[in-house]
Each structure stands twice: as structure tokens, then as C-alpha cells.
């Protein structure tokens, strides 16, 4: 399906929904076409991956390996800073409001 067309990206996340239902929420996490396989334990990634894999496999899909990472402890998921530590705001999205100087006091003139 196009993503060009009203509905694609709506049926899409539909599709990866029923597709990952069983893992999102517990090792994997999906956004239309962004998806994240996370593990408690870094044993227990490689059969993570290796499930998801075999689901990807069995509805024929594919992915592009350019946009592909692996075996990373954090990093950049819908704008944000997984880590670890949980979610983060991304310090490239935040950085005018950390660099922004204090307001100042308001004065009033007498007229």
C-alpha cells in the first residue's frame, strides 16, 4: 500500500498491530513503521529478535537495512531518548528552552 494514499498509514499500524500483538507492550514497541525490539535482559534478546524476525518472515514483509540498528543500549525512538533510564527528552529538541536566559521582571511606568 502507498503510503501517499488518506488511510495507508492508519491500516498500516493495523496491520503491525495484529501482526506484534503478543510482543508490543512487553518486547517490542511499534509506531507505524518504526518498531523497537527491547529485552529486560540481554540474554533474552537474541530470541527476541529472532521471534520478531520469524513474524516479519511469515507475512512476507521486509526491512530496510539502512535503517536498521542493532545491538544498542539506547537511542533515538519517535523523537526521544530511550535509554536504560526510561524515556528522555531529545536534548536536540530541547536545547532553545535550556539555552533561553530567565525572564525578567515586568515594570510598570508611572504615567
Partial sequence: MAF????????YQRLVNNMFR???????EVYIDDMMVKSQKKENHKQDLQDYFGILQ????????TKCTFGVRGGKFLGFMISQRGIEANP??????????????FRRSKG
Fill in 22 to 28: 503478543e510482543q508490543i507492550g512487553r518486547d517490542m
Fill in 4 to 11: 501517499g494514499l488518506k488511510n495507508a498509514g492508519a491500516t
Fill in 58 to 65: 511469515h507475512f512476507r514483509m521486509k526491512l530496510n537495512p
Fill in 92 to 105: 536536540e529538541k530541547i536545547k532553545a528552552i535550556l539555552e533561553m536566559n530567565p525572564p525578567k521582571p
